[in-house]
Every structure is written in C-alpha cells, then in structure tokens.
C-alpha cells in the first residue's frame, strides 16, 4: 500500500493502443516520519483509456523490480519497435553514497505488460 504518488509520467503507445503510466510512490504518514521508515517505488500501469482503469504492470504488482532508490523517473523515448520504455530518475539521498543525483538511464520492457512476473529494469550503460 502506498499514501502518495508522485511525478507521473503517461505516454500513449499508439501501436498497441494503450496508455502507460510510470508513477513513484511512498508509503510515508507524515512528514515527521524516519526516512529509514519511508518505502519508495517506481510503479508502472496500463490502460486502454486515459481515463482508467488502470492495470498493474503484471499479475504480481506494479512495482519495477531492480529500481533501487531512484525515485521521480522521468520517460526519456518509448521504442516501440524494442517494446521499450527509456528513462532516467534521481538517486534519492536513501542511496549508500548521499545525495541526490542522475545515474544512468534505464530500460523496461513494456513488452511483458500483463504477464505473470514482475517486472525489472534494466540499466543502460
């Protein structure tokens, strides 16, 4: 479960006729929360209309596997052909190396939409 949803980002895939929806969220009950107890995520939905529902990238969740503590992603290409997203977030300062910071762009393969297993990104170098 989640309390907010930040920064999302919709793009429409014209080929598969479909809308995709990468958002970050956290799971924080107030602002005076630890951050050591803050969970975040980056989460990616799809849908046929702007307007909803929206579906869970898989049967298993939402949630992108491998994203560590990036955080606000931002969708940089959509290739349709690779059936790919490109993007790139922050690195929040719940990184081992503080501060916040761009570390390399990612993929995920949107191919795999509404399948079984969650998904992973896979960065790019």
Avoid: H
Avoid at 15 to 20: D, S
Avoid at 41 to 63: C, I, K, V
Avoid at 76 to 92: F, K, M, R
Wanted: negative net charge.
């Amino acid at each position: 479960m989640f309390t907010q949803f930040e920064v999302p980002k919709v793009i429409f895939d014209a080929e598969a006729q479909r809308y995709l929806l990468l958002g970050s969220t956290a799971d924080r009950v107030d602002e005076s929360q630890p951050e050591e107890e803050v969970n975040r995520y980056l989460r990616l939905y799809y849908a046929n209309d702007l307007r909803g529902p929206w579906n869970p990238a898989t049967l298993e969740g939402s949630e992108l596997l491998g994203a560590g503590c990036r955080f606000g992603a931002t969708i940089l290409e959509y290739n349709s052909d690779a059936q790919q997203l490109v993007c790139l977030a922050p690195l929040t300062t719940m990184d081992e190396s503080g501060g916040l910071f761009f570390d390399y762009s990612f993929a995920i393969d949107v191919g795999k939409l509404g399948q079984q297993e969650r998904l992973a990104i896979q960065i790019l170098t």
